[in-house]
């Protein structure tokens, strides 16, 4: 790795991070870092334009843009564009790096085999060896700084008008007074195979029903989950509200805010609800453990882990070897707390 960058006292700085919801999230961090040691920087974030609107509100980011790569092939070539005075780099789109090598006087990045994009790449952070936690991972572009997270909580901020509208759905819906119970049944189609079974859920939730008659469990997810979930909430029966594909990111995120508990699977509303603080039981693929995944420094989280051991961990290892018991077990100390 070269040598530390040179930076002015009130540097420009840009990261571009083009990527999932929860992924997005797990760069939070490192920004927080960024505008901590630089407290007068100016600091750009370029994100997914689908996905940009999971870092809206966060104080220490200056200006939130969306970018593609398509849309980059096109930016910066102006002489008279925006020019930055260091540039932070997230996955491997060549476009990118080709941007952001043509806006900013030094670009950091990982360490990369494909000659392209190496030639962008003005500090390349080599990539850890072995495994470590994604928050961490993220944050090694700091090095080329001098920098470190003090924090490795994740960033998220509910607007009030968030929290407003929130509030009236709850008692729209006559949930005023309840506790309010948030079900992440599933993660992607790409990733299904990190899906604790519905049946699974819908045992837990009769389960925690007759233990705790003030109980609402809400039932969340995307478009794409609305109909197994819609098919629980209709076994459950009154004491379930399906709320999957019905909110936008930003409207499920303020109503995350508001639950009592949320239990679900890897996925990007867990990231979320992470970043929340809210009382959390969070289920891990063995292919992707909690303990390289899951949120950090929350004051109320247990994490269950596949059994699986790491001398067979694979892909197809069925989350239904996570029992019931386990997370009934967690989820009520975690209520009765």
């Given amino acids: 790795m070269s040598a530390r960058l040179s930076l002015p006292e009130r540097p420009r700085l840009l ?5 999932r919801f929860g992924d997005t999230l797990l760069v939070t961090p490192t920004l927080t870092a960024l ?54 780099v997230y996955g491997g789109d060549h476009a990118l790096y080709a941007y952001a090598r043509r806006v900013s006087r030094q670009v950091v990045a990982f360490a990369a085999e494909d000659a392209a994009l190496a030639r962008c790449i003005d500090h390349a952070v080599p990539r850890p060896r072995g495994l470590m936690h994604a928050v961490d991972e993220r944050a090694l572009l700091l090095q080329p700084f001098g920098i470190m997270p003090a924090s490795r909580h994740l960033g998220y901020r509910v607007s009030a008008s968030e929290a407003a509208t929130a509030e009236q759905w709850v008692r729209q819906q006559g949930l005023k007074g309840r506790r309010l119970l948030g079900f992440q049944l599933q993660s992607f189609p790409a990733k299904a195979y990190r899906d604790w079974p519905v049946a699974r859920f819908e045992a837990l939730a009769k389960a925690l029903f007759a233990r705790y008659p003030d109980v609402q469990v809400l039932l969340l997810g995307g478009p794409e989950g609305r109909a197994a979930a819609q098919e629980l909430a209709d076994k459950l029966g009154p004491r379930t509200t399906c709320v999957a594909g019905t909110l936008t990111m930003r409207q499920n995120a303020a109503l ?13 509303p867990t990231h979320l609800a992470g970043a929340l603080d809210v009382p959390m039981v969070a289920m891990y693929h063995c292919f992707h ?13 247990t994490v269950i882990e596949h059994p699986c051991p790491e001398d067979q961990v694979q892909r197809e290892a069925s989350m239904a070897d996570i029992a019931l018991q386990p997370v009934l077990d967690a989820a009520c100390k975690q209520l009765d707390s």
């Fill in 15 to 19: 990261v571009i991070v083009v990527a």
């Fill in 35 to 88: 505008k901590q040691h630089w407290p007068d920087a100016e600091l750009t974030v370029l994100a997914h334009p689908g996905r940009m609107e999971v870092l809206e509100h966060l104080p220490y980011i200056d200006h939130l843009v969306p970018i593609t790569k398509q849309r980059a092939v096109w930016l910066g070539r102006l002489p008279f564009g925006q020019r930055f005075d260091a540039a932070l």
């Fill in 256 to 268: 995350l805010s508001r639950l009592a508990l949320y239990v679900g699977v890897d996925t990007g």
């Fill in 289 to 301: 453990r909690g303990a390289y995944l899951a949120p950090q420094e929350h004051p109320q989280l």
